[in-house]
Antibody, heavy 121, light 107 residues
């Protein structure tokens, strides 16, 4: 079955950088685009970024452009999210999720359990 | 980015009730809308895709409709396991966005 497992979260200081990883299994990873979505404590879901199946095309939420970088390694079945110059408002659970469906009908059909990032001095 | 609004932000309902949640986009997104359910401490779960299509394995008491800018999500015969927060999400724009969520709790 499809499994997504995030890692790399923790308590970090403002201004530092962090790379989150998401290991995928149970499907042909190189055939699927992948998303990152975050959720601040007690708040709603916020879409962060998407990367196409081939790792070439990427899009970011307007508020995430510049400090966030999504990437993938299809040989390792892993998608990454690097966050630079972390701010307290980046404190959130970060979910990776699979872009299911097709290029026309998109659905985020499988989600990891999330990794918690706390930005605090 | 396309902004999404949901109404109401929260509601109280009883088992067996019919629950209706609306979602509105700031521009025409045709039918490019999904609905998700999230329970506390858990990842979201896809319920409805492409505005009105039921995801495999999801009970038929969940349904969605709408197109353009206005969408409706309905739960018929609310069950105890349906108390959760529900989010709409658009994928018409390359930068996807979620609605703010609607919390459904027990009356």
């Amino acid at each position: 079955q499809v499994q997504l497992a995030e890692s790399g979260g923790g308590v970090v200081q403002p201004g530092t950088s962090l790379r989150l990883s998401c290991a995928a299994s149970g499907f042909i990873f190189s055939h699927y685009g992948m998303h990152w979505v975050r959720q601040a404590p007690g708040k709603g879901l916020e879409w962060v970024a998407v990367i196409w199946y081939d790792g070439i095309t990427k899009f970011y939420a307007d508020s995430m452009r510049g400090r966030f970088t999504i990437s993938r390694d299809n040989s390792r079945n892993t998608v990454y999210l690097e966050i630079n110059n972390l701010r307290t408002e980046d404190t959130a659970v970060y979910f990776c999720a699979r872009w299911g469906g097709s290029a026309i009908v998109e659905k985020i059909d499988h989600w990891g359990q999330g990794t918690l990032v706390i930005v605090s001095s | 980015d396309i902004q999404m609004t949901q109404s109401p932000s929260s509601l109280s309902a009883s088992v067996g009730d019919r629950v209706v949640i609306t979602c509105q986009a700031t521009e025409d997104i045709t039918h490019h809308l999904n609905w998700y359910q999230q329970k506390p401490g858990k990842a979201p779960k896809l319920l409805i895709y492409d505005a009105s299509n039921l995801e495999a394995g999801v009970p038929s008491r969940f349904s969605g409709s709408g197109s353009g800018t206005d969408f409706v999500f309905t739960i018929n015969n609310l069950q105890p396991e349906d108390f959760a927060t529900y989010y709409c999400q658009q994928y018409d724009n390359l930068r996807r966005t979620f609605g703010p969520g609607t919390r459904v709790d027990i009356k």
